[in-house]
């Protein structure tokens, strides 16, 4: 199948042993003769490099501390026709890049969400969770809440729209992905979804590097909520904690205690979610 030549842009900011299970993840990608992978190396020691050196193109992006920095310097670097971001804790399927073409992509496309969801055998009761919750879900997750958006864990963008559009935000924590679709559709490009172009996430296993998670989700939704006022509100607290509450109650007195252990989760991400909102959002 003739297709457009694809970079894929992957943003990097762990240890070692992040980089090799990134490596583990990426090494089974299948890419074309025109395509390439690129890794942003946003860690101050340069810890990709040795790991994935000859899998990938390396860069060292150290300047700002941002996922959203890193792509742009992997963007920067990239050669290719079209911009396929993925995170680097997601497991691509080997076909991935082919399945974004499987159907035409029409010339006034600039943006293609592809679909995320959880590792099936992470097995934590905050992975099962995640999964239970649709948390990354392009339609029915966290992001479809903002408005027409979608996640850069899998997000294909044509490299003139994004250009034209200047990349994405600068100098911030959350959000971006959303607010540069905001920009690309506002600037007259069409957002399309490709459900079978599918990775695999792994979601955090412990609660306080989740709940810290949601709160800078929750610094991102009040960012956005500036630009577009009534996209990505305030969580409601009170009335969320009391339903949370009594669902709870609810699910102890018929024994039913994973689904009880969820909605306390619920309530914790609720008052995150609130306490991240008041937060600034600029690093």
Same mark, same amino acid.
């Given at each position: ?11 990097? &900011? ?15 990608? #299948?890419?074309?003769?025109?395509? +390439? ?6 860690? @101050? =020691? ?13 860069? &060292?992006?150290?300047? +700002? ?5 890193? /792509? ?11 911009? !396929? ?8 399927? $080997? ?24 590792? #099936?055998? #992470? @097995? ?6 995640? /999964? ?6 392009? =339609? ?10 979608? *996640? ?10 994004? +250009? ?12 971006? @992905?959303? =607010? ?9 490009? #069409?957002?399309?979804?490709? $459900?079978?172009?599918?990775?695999? &996430? ?21 960012? !956005? ?15 969320? !904690? ?9 699910? !102890? ?5 994973? $689904? ?5 989760? @619920? ?11 008041? *937060?600034?959002?600029?690093?």
């Amino acid at each position: 199948m003739r297709r457009p030549s694809v970079s894929v842009v992957v943003p990097l &900011h762990g240890d070692e042993a992040y980089a090799n299970r990134t490596r583990k993840a990426f090494a089974a990608l #299948q890419l074309g003769p025109a395509d +390439e992978l690129v890794v942003a190396d946003n860690t @101050d =020691e340069g810890v990709a490099a040795p790991v994935l050196g000859d899998l990938a193109t390396v860069i &060292h992006a150290p300047d +700002e501390h941002s996922s959203y920095f890193a /792509r742009n310097s992997g963007a920067a670097v990239a050669g290719g026709d079209w911009l !396929l971001f993925v995170d680097a804790d997601c497991v691509p399927v $080997p076909d991935l890049v082919d399945r974004y073409f499987a159907e035409r992509i029409g010339d006034d496309v600039g943006v293609v969400a592809g679909a995320i969801v959880g590792v #099936q055998d #992470q @097995d934590s009761l905050l992975a099962r969770y995640a /999964r239970n919750r649709n948390f990354l879900d392009q =339609e029915d997750g966290m992001h479809s809440s903002s408005g027409a958006g979608a *996640a850069t864990g899998n997000l294909l963008v044509r490299r003139r729209a994004f +250009e034209s559009v200047g990349g994405f935000a600068r100098s911030i924590r959350s959000a971006g @992905d959303i =607010e540069l679709c905001w920009r690309l559709q506002d600037a007259g490009w #069409q957002l399309e979804r490709r $459900p079978d172009a599918i990775v695999e &996430h792994h979601h955090r296993d412990d609660i306080a590097s989740f709940l810290a998670m949601v709160a800078r989700y929750g610094a991102g939704s009040s960012w !956005l909520n500036q630009r577009r006022p009534g996209a990505a509100p305030r969580w409601p607290l009170v009335g969320g !904690l009391v339903g949370t509450g009594r669902d709870i109650a609810g699910h !102890l007195i018929r024994g039913r205690f994973e $689904p009880a252990l969820f909605r306390a989760i @619920d309530g914790l991400g609720l008052i995150a979610h609130n306490v991240g909102y008041r *937060a600034s959002n600029e690093l």
